[in-house]
């Protein structure tokens, strides 16, 4: 049987092995956006994915005509309707598509053999890209917020802590300095955040912007305090060698997040934060040695 040109029996098993793969992704993503259009209750988010889900059917049945084989979804990708649905939907969405990593080989190949295969492409690398940045997600919108509090908490407290490590050489003193300089601040930078974000007029929640950015503090203040609180035992410097390492952790992660769920460049953002924070940690941790040595002081 010919189809727009090309015999079934001109693909070769390799070529065949590629389509049907491309074939069981569309079906698999297909019936992936249905059930998150269905567990969302916004209607735009639902209208979009549901657009989303329709438009990977459509390329399912492209396939399915040079095949002329229907295939199940995989259950291996259902991992990333878990991940829409604990971490976001942009964030799910577009792990899933940067998932591929045969795409571009598969691309590659099959519009030699099939040139109509082109504007499926097209449509996945543009189409669907300008969807998914249409759905809108109250996480996305202050996440502003977030890196503000998770920032300002990496940089202040991992020198403060590397300042008093030197200074007070006993984990539970540190905890409790640090525990107390964090809450503290934490409350300073939401109510901050609170009034700038009032003065700026814009579409955002001055109160839910100070809530984003007073938990993403004390969230990361709880993570590198708990070194301290875990190995007090232990010499506070080894305490702090696990802060620091805690710190990389925390950017890595959401670096990775925002990388993802922004389409941004991870090496750069990561870089910088984990450059600013551990630049501040040696600065201040000299300063507490200089401190400790001047004054004399042993605790």
Known sequence: MLIKGLNKQMLDKQTE??????????ITEYHIYKKLAKSTKDPHNQKILNQIAEDELKHYSFWNQYTQREVSPSRKKWFYYFIARIFG???GIRLMELGEGQAQVFYTTITKLIPEAQSIIEDEEAHEKELISLIDEELLDYIGSVVLGLNDA???LTGALAGLTLAFQNAQLIALAGLITGIAA???MAA???????EE???KNPLKAAIYTGIAYVATVFFLILPYLIFSNQSPLVCLAITLINAILIVLVFTFYISVAKDLSFKK???????I?????SLTFIIGLVVRSVLNIDI
């Open 17 to 26: 092995k590629l389509v049907l793969h491309a074939q069981k992704n569309e």
């Open 89 to 91: 939907l942009t964030f």
């Open 154 to 156: 990496l940089v202040e």
């Open 186 to 188: 934490s409350l300073s």
């Open 192 to 198: 901050s955040e609170y009034l700038a974000t009032k």
């Open 201 to 203: 007029q814009t579409t």
């Open 269 to 275: 953002r990561f870089s910088e934060i984990v450059g």
């Open 277 to 281: 924070s551990l630049g501040v940690a």
